[in-house]
Nanobody, 115 residues
Framework: QVQLVESGGGLVQPGGSLRLSCGASGSVFSTYVMNWYRQVPGKQRELVATITSVGIPNYAESVKGRFTISRDNAKNMVYLQMNSLKPEDTAVYYC?????????WGQGTQVTVSS
């Protein structure tokens, strides 16, 4: 079992930055692929960024060059640095831990990009 808690969401103006954090407790964090998803009402949850257990990142095309995912296995933490934010980045952002056929989710944190 893995418990995930996100933090760092909020209201930011277009062009601004936010850093999301996700703390994990439970099983061996370093063996999990960690993901950030986002969801807006009425739409499917969208994979934003992935980082493997050894730190290799991958990004959705819509956030490439603007978002950076990172992890600190010693602290059981994963981060999403979001720069040059756009109104279309507005969503609830979820942290996900994945290993084999197991998925664990946080409760989500709201990010709103608006002037």
């Amino acid at each position: 079992q893995v418990q995930l808690v996100e933090s760092g969401g909020g209201l930011v103006q277009p062009g601004g930055s936010l850093r999301l954090s996700c703390g994990a407790s439970g099983s061996v964090f370093s063996t999990y692929v960690m993901n950030w998803y986002r969801q807006v009402p009425g739409k499917q949850r969208e994979l934003v960024a992935t980082i493997t257990s050894v730190g290799i990142p991958n990004y959705a095309e819509s956030v490439k060059g603007r978002f950076t995912i990172s992890r600190d296995n010693a602290k059981n933490m994963v981060y999403l640095q979001m720069n040059s934010l756009k109104p279309e980045d507005t969503a609830v952002y979820y942290c996900n831990a994945h290993r084999y056929n197991h998925d664990y989710w946080g409760q989500g944190t709201q990010v709103t990009v608006s002037s």
